[in-house]
């Protein structure tokens, strides 16, 4: 943890060396972020409810799941720019060196200027429990936080997942962004929307209905089953096959030779 927080102050340090334009991008990625909660602000004026959730509902939704995938994607940036580094030959150096290759990974790049995204999230996360129609207990601040660092990691393993895939193409496949940014841009509304099918394939195949959707029913009283709750934690068990996925890739990797 002590050689992460090296790794982290280095290239914070870095990229401050700009400071008017690393400020410059946060505010542009807090502006974009906002176009996003206008998109759902459009839609509800015209339906009134989605699926049985008002406005302020949908809002906790989006929140949740942008406050999780931000948070990956500004401190797990490695993974996204995988391809670089086995193209350039940064991962063969890292093989070498006496620390978990996820790690090295891991902390290879930070990209704090995509963190005006997660800024946003937390604007509107505040707003939509200020604003909710439901009483807030322990049990449902538990459940937040249950969503949002489950959440962390279910997108922390799609993000391997991508990575995986490298080792086999070289070059990364756009398709699998259809799972990281995908999962997140599909996420601002309640899964259920898209269909019994849909719902199904992210409860079962790729676990973002259980850090989203099933504890959002509890949060909102749309149902009392405690259990619910504790959802969240099933989808921990995704990073095992993205884990074993990695190792996979991993044993048939063959070095660029740069």
């Known amino acids: 943890m002590k050689l992460y927080f090296k790794y982290f102050s280095i290239q914070?340090?870095?990229?401050?060396?700009?400071?008017?334009t690393f400020f410059l991008n946060i505010l542009g990625r807090i502006a974009m972020s906002f176009a996003n909660v206008a998109g759902v602000l459009f839609m509800l004026a015209r339906f009134n409810?989605?699926?049985?959730?008002?406005?302020?509902?949908?809002?906790l939704c989006s929140s949740v799941v942008t406050i999780s995938f931000s948070i990956i994607e500004a401190f797990a940036c490695g993974f996204d720019i995988f391809p670089r580094l086995l193209s350039n030959g940064e991962f063969d150096r890292m093989l070498v060196r006496p620390r978990g290759?996820?790690?090295q990974v891991l902390a290879s790049n930070i990209e704090f200027m995509r963190l005006g995204a997660f800024i946003q999230a937390?604007?509107?996360?505040?707003?939509?429990?200020?604003?909710?129609?439901?009483?807030?207990?322990f049990n449902k601040f538990l459940t937040l936080f249950l969503m949002i660092s489950c959440g962390t990691v279910v997108f922390l393993g799609l993000y391997i997942v991508q990575a995986s895939f490298s080792f086999f193409t070289t070059e990364g496949l756009e398709v699998?962004?259809?799972?990281?940014?995908?999962?997140?841009?599909?996420?601002?509304?309640?899964?259920s929307i898209y269909g019994r099918g849909v719902l199904k394939f992210?409860?079962?195949?790729?676990?973002?209905?259980?850090?989203?959707?099933?504890?959002?029913?509890?949060?909102t009283d749309k149902s009392q089953n405690m259990f619910y709750i504790f959802t969240p934690l099933l989808s921990l068990l995704f990073l095992i096959p993205c884990y074993l996925l990695f190792c996979i890739g991993l044993r048939y990797y063959k070095s660029t030779g740069s």
């Open 101 to 103: 290759i996820i790690f």
């Open 122 to 137: 937390v604007i509107i996360l505040c707003y939509s429990i200020f604003n909710s129609d439901f009483i807030w207990t």
């Open 12 to 20: 914070l340090q870095s990229q401050l060396q700009y400071k008017s």
């Open 176 to 191: 699998m962004n259809i799972l990281t940014r995908g999962g997140q841009m599909f996420g601002r509304y309640p899964f």
């Open 202 to 219: 992210l409860t079962y195949v790729i676990p973002l209905a259980l850090f989203q959707y099933y504890p959002l029913l509890y949060l």
């Open 49 to 59: 409810k989605i699926e049985g959730f008002t406005f302020n509902q949908t809002l």
